[in-house]
């Protein structure tokens, strides 16, 4: 299984959260990597990805509480959710996707290769 969340869990409004995405893909390729979400009854949602070059990007409903970080050392991917509300409440999933030629790694990419199991978080108002 190449990405293993860990880190959700339920938590009041407003409080923090961090989650871990362990992966195990090749360090030879670059991947655009990044966080979705999928709460009951909607779509699943790219709210964070983070490129091979270091850059990142969000999605507006968690620009400027939500960061996303990765550590090459450690293999791992991160999300640092804070202030979080009632809406953020859904299954969090770690996705990946080698990189090719012309590719821009957005939070519109629909098509990630590898997902994870996905980690709930819920959020109590």
């Known amino acids: 299984v190449p990405l293993v969340e860990s880190g959700g869990g339920e938590v009041q409004a407003g409080a923090s959260l961090r989650l871990s995405c362990a992966a195990s893909?090749?360090?030879?390729?670059?991947?655009?990597m990044g966080w979705a979400r999928q709460a009951p009854g909607k779509e699943r949602e790219v709210i964070a990805v983070f490129d091979q070059d270091g850059s990142t990007e969000y999605a507006v409903s968690v620009q400027g509480r939500f960061t996303i970080s990765k550590d090459d050392d450690k293999r791992t991917l991160s999300l640092q959710m804070n202030d979080l509300k009632s809406e953020d409440t859904a299954m969090y999933y770690c996705?990946?996707?080698?990189?090719?030629?012309?590719?821009?790694?957005?939070?519109?990419?629909?098509?990630?290769?590898?997902w994870g199991q996905g980690t709930q978080v819920t959020v109590s108002s």
């Open positions: 893909l090749s360090r030879y390729m670059p991947h655009c």
């Open positions: 996705a990946a996707i080698r990189r090719y030629l012309g590719m821009k790694c957005t939070v519109g990419i629909t098509n990630f290769e590898y």
